[in-house]
């Protein structure tokens, strides 16, 4: 089948794009766990803190023509959540929530912004209400962005069964609920009785469960390496940060070096026209001009008195022998030129 205009422009800026291929790298350097969904869609896994036991993914879209159009990736966060400040009814990240995609440039990095949309996360911990594209389901099954989004992907997610590798070795397998309890099949109908009626009896039974207990051992795993993570993260961004500053520092002095490159630049060029074969010649020609009519004023002088014939035969002799040495030099230099010309 043929493709329309609009595809055959889309897959050249797609093909032949060197900056957006830098974006994709910066992305996947942030977060190695990246899953590549379509060539302008990509999914980060992620947990947070302030909801532990749930899995979250963060969906990065480029619009067309990204990132030499200017125009921001678009940021979708999936389960579809509520309660949050950060997100519109279709689960995209508002472009005002962070300076980094209201103020998206050719010198942004996405992966920095990614890192930052999701620490904001935390901070306004969104309640999810909808399916997980990523941990819960397979890729085919993903929900389909609808109509009104900023932004659909462009090919159908290639299929997977199995989560990101990353969130099944960050999180061990919550036990199943059992179909019986033996310790409640052992009990007689009196005791199961005043278990319902002694509320704490029934809780002191409860925390005595091994299923009870296990779940709470699962759940401090979680906890323990939720907070790893966090630490982690947080320590990244501190180092970022340092690295951010010297790059600016270093962007500083660049800009100062190229400023006083361009004015020795200068420098050098005016020099340089001052000081060639022609510019010789025209003050050559000058400095015979000038001694022409300093003999031509001491003959005057001479013809109305002004100077007596002693002074004026040794200043004249003088100044007309200034004068043919600086012609005889100007022209050797006009014949040195129109040679040079010649032989090349």
Same mark, same amino acid.
């Given at each position: 089948?043929?493709?329309?205009?609009?595809?055959?422009?889309?897959?050249?800026?797609?093909?032949?794009?060197?900056?957006?291929?830098?974006?994709?790298?910066?992305?996947?350097?942030?977060?190695?766990?990246?899953?590549?969904?379509?060539?302008?869609?990509?999914?980060?896994?992620?947990?947070?803190?302030?909801?532990?036991?749930?899995?979250?993914?963060?969906?990065?879209?480029?619009?067309?023509?990204?990132?030499?159009?200017?125009?921001?990736?678009?940021?979708?966060?999936?389960?579809?959540?509520?309660?949050?400040?950060?997100?519109?009814?279709?689960?995209?990240?508002?472009?005002?929530?962070?300076?980094?995609?209201?103020?998206?440039?050719?010198?942004?990095?996405?992966?920095? +912004?990614?890192?930052?949309?999701?620490?904001?996360?935390? +901070?306004?911990?969104?309640?999810?209400?909808?399916?997980?594209?990523?941990?819960?389901?397979?890729?085919?099954?993903?929900?389909?962005?609808?109509?009104?989004?900023?932004?659909?992907?462009?090919?159908?997610?290639?299929?997977?069964?199995?989560?990101?590798?990353?969130?099944?070795?960050?999180?061990?397998?919550?036990?199943?609920?059992?179909?019986?309890?033996?310790?409640?099949?052992?009990?007689?109908?009196?005791?199961?009785?005043?278990?319902?009626?002694?509320?704490?009896?029934?809780?002191?039974?409860?925390?005595?469960?091994?299923?009870?207990?296990?779940?709470?051992?699962?759940?401090?795993?979680?906890?323990?390496?939720?907070?790893?993570?966090?630490?982690?993260?947080?320590?990244l961004f501190e180092s970022i940060g340092f690295i951010k500053a010297e790059v600016e520092m270093k962007q500083t002095e660049l800009v100062s070096g190229l400023e006083e490159f361009k004015g020795k630049e200068r420098e050098l060029r005016e020099?340089?026209?001052?000081?060639?074969?022609?510019?010789?010649?025209?003050?050559?020609?000058?400095?015979?001009?000038?001694?022409?009519?300093?003999?031509?004023?001491?003959?005057?002088?001479?013809?109305?008195?002004?100077?007596?014939?002693?002074?004026?035969?040794?200043?004249?002799?003088?100044?007309?022998?200034?004068?043919?040495?600086?012609?005889?030099?100007?022209?050797?230099?006009?014949?040195?030129?129109?040679?040079?010309?010649?032989?090349?």
């Amino acid at each position: 089948s043929t493709s329309t205009p609009t595809e055959r422009r889309k897959m050249s800026m797609l093909s032949n794009n060197p900056n957006r291929d830098r974006q994709v790298q910066n992305l996947k350097h942030y977060f190695p766990s990246i899953v590549t969904v379509a060539s302008d869609c990509y999914d980060i896994p992620f947990n947070l803190p302030s909801r532990p036991g749930t899995n979250f993914t963060l969906r990065v879209l480029f619009p067309l023509g990204f990132p030499n159009a200017g125009d921001p990736p678009k940021l979708q966060l999936w389960p579809r959540s509520a309660s949050s400040q950060l997100l519109d009814k279709n689960g995209f990240v508002y472009p005002h929530a962070y300076k980094g995609l209201s103020e998206w440039g050719q010198g942004s990095s996405l992966g920095l +912004v990614a890192f930052e949309v999701i620490k904001l996360f935390d +901070v306004n911990p969104p309640v999810p209400i909808g399916s997980h594209p990523a941990s819960q389901r397979p890729f085919q099954s993903m929900p389909t962005l609808s109509r009104d989004s900023q932004q659909q992907p462009q090919q159908q997610p290639q299929q997977s069964s199995k989560p990101p590798p990353e969130l099944i070795s960050q999180h061990p397998n919550i036990p199943s609920v059992p179909d019986a309890l033996p310790e409640l099949e052992r009990l007689t109908l009196e005791e199961i009785e005043s278990l319902m009626n002694d509320e704490k009896e029934f809780e002191a039974f409860f925390l005595t469960l091994e299923g009870v207990k296990k779940t709470k051992r699962e759940g401090e795993e979680i906890k323990k390496v939720n907070n790893e993570l966090a630490r982690k993260n947080l320590d990244l961004f501190e180092s970022i940060g340092f690295i951010k500053a010297e790059v600016e520092m270093k962007q500083t002095e660049l800009v100062s070096g190229l400023e006083e490159f361009k004015g020795k630049e200068r420098e050098l060029r005016e020099l340089s026209s001052t000081h060639t074969p022609e510019g010789l010649v025209g003050k050559m020609e000058g400095y015979v001009t000038e001694a022409d009519e300093r003999s031509e004023e001491l003959s005057e002088k001479f013809v109305n008195g002004d100077v007596d014939f002693d002074e004026f035969l040794k200043l004249f002799v003088k100044e007309r022998e200034m004068y043919h040495t600086l012609a005889a030099k100007k022209e050797s230099l006009e014949l040195f030129m129109l040679n040079h010309e010649f032989n090349h």
